[in-house]
């Protein structure tokens, strides 16, 4: 959004006199009014709303989004939440707050690179105590709350859970008599069976660079494991470690040369690769749950659609990559905090869980019975996926490094896809981008 916000929307007040015709000239002057016994009271001054502007980055889901809005205006007379979507909120979020125009709450990616550096900029509100007032200490998932913690403090509410790992299209799959691979080594042959039939094995595209980050966090999981992973996040094991470099070689190099992935991959955009699985030109897509709503809707995706989480790599147990859309924060300038956060607190409740699940495809960081909602098989698969194991699931790395880090990985992994720099270059170039972070104090521990 290019054009200027507004802090606050007003409301204008206007009153008109009418003139009245003269009483005739004949007519004997009215007395003059007697001074009123007692002071004057002066008239109470209509009630003024709490105004509280909200920054999210919903596009077309904005609807279910604006009637949650809605439903908390209602229920709280004195407090109006206004919505405004901002799709380029990375680029100016910060400058906003610093100036004082920013929102009082804002849905904004959780990793050090994002909230963290507003969190040590001093531009957001401390939520610890908010957590016990409310009891989000006992309704939020642990690992949601761990997601927000910035020095010790807690500063938000992570939200929109999901995870990464292979949709397929099922039609494709049964024409060629092809089922869910168990083994790494099963998936490179059902890869082979597909460009032998005319399709893309994978509609991976890296031209917007970020998907990138997600592939690595697939692969390192599964071979690395979970906790070396989490200890690479947190500094503590080097990034050039052999694990990491096999996963690099083994997607971006090796499946890379087979002509498993979209050709001139870097040259295709995440929504293009989309169209491709759509379409049934690519049979499979390893992306995230945020997917599901498209994918069970017959007016995008014709086709029906499964899911398998990327097996396992040389007998390694799976660590599929779970994470957090975004969370949800307070401007540290708001003038209304309480305001703020019974806000936040109706949308973690049971009543917006039926909206996030139901309207928007979307998991809310509580416990909830995936039977008591209408959704679809895929969707309640997701649901009861991350209800049951998401502590077990590893990590989604970009979420959780700093930004110098990720920016040396977005860049390095299209040098790493064009054959300009090897697995072991990009390798030693992420553990030095980690070492640079670690020593300026910006690396976030999350080890179990």
Request: net charge negative; proline share 6%; hydrophobic share 40%.
């Amino acid at each position: 959004m290019k054009q200027r916000i507004n802090r606050r929307d007003f409301l204008r007040l206007s009153a008109g006199l009418a003139t009245g015709a003269l009483i005739a000239a004949c007519a004997p002057a009215a007395p003059a009014p007697q001074a009123a016994e007692g002071p004057q009271q002066a008239a109470a001054p209509a009630a003024t709303k709490k105004q509280l502007l909200f920054w999210d980055q919903f596009g077309a889901e904005a609807t279910t989004v604006d009637e949650m809005v809605a439903n908390f205006n209602e229920a709280h007379p004195d407090i109006e939440v206004k919505r405004e979507s901002q799709p380029n909120m990375r680029d100016i979020l910060k400058t906003t707050l610093d100036a004082g125009t920013g929102p009082d709450i804002m849905y904004y990616d959780t990793g050090p690179g994002f909230a963290g550096v507003l969190a040590r900029a001093g531009l957001l509100l401390p939520l610890d105590d908010a957590y016990v007032k409310y009891g989000w200490d006992k309704r939020i998932f642990s690992w949601a709350r761990e997601r927000t913690v910035f020095d010790g403090t807690t500063y938000g509410i992570g939200h929109e859970l999901e995870f990464i790992g292979t949709f397929y299209n099922k039609r494709i799959f049964e024409e060629l008599e092809l089922s869910e691979p168990k083994t790494h080594d099963e998936f490179l042959e059902i890869c082979q069976k597909l460009k032998g039939a005319g399709y893309i094995p994978i509609a991976f595209a890296d031209q917007d660079k970020w998907p990138a980050g997600h592939l690595f966090s697939v692969f390192a999981g599964n071979i690395a494991g979970r906790d070396k992973l989490a200890a690479a996040i947190s500094g503590e094991v080097p990034w050039n470690d052999p694990d990491f470099v096999e996963a690099i070689q083994i997607f971006f190099v090796d499946m890379n040369k087979a002509g498993y992935l979209i050709p001139d991959v870097n040259a295709v955009t995440y929504d293009d690769a989309n169209m491709l699985f759509y379409s049934g030109k690519a049979a499979t897509n390893i992306t995230g749950t945020w997917m599901v709503q498209d994918y069970t809707n017959p007016d995008v995706m014709p086709d029906p659609v499964g899911f398998f989480f990327y097996p396992a790599i040389r007998g390694k147990p799976i660590a599929p990559p779970a994470g957090l859309g975004s969370g949800y924060f307070i401007s540290k300038a708001t003038k209304y905090p309480d305001e703020a956060m019974q806000f936040l607190d109706y949308l973690m409740s049971k009543e917006a869980a039926k909206y996030w699940i139901e309207g928007l495809a979307k998991i809310p960081p509580i416990e909830v019975n995936p039977a008591d909602y209408q959704i679809s098989d895929l969707m309640r698969f997701c649901l009861e996926a991350l209800q049951q194991h998401a502590q077990e699931m590893s990590y989604n790395i970009d979420v959780l490094t700093p930004d110098n880090f990720n920016t040396m990985m977005f860049d390095g992994f299209q040098e790493v896809l064009g054959g300009i720099k090897t697995a072991q270059q990009q390798a030693d170039d992420l553990e030095k981008a980690m070492q640079e972070a670690k020593a300026a104090g910006k690396v976030m521990d999350i080890t179990p």
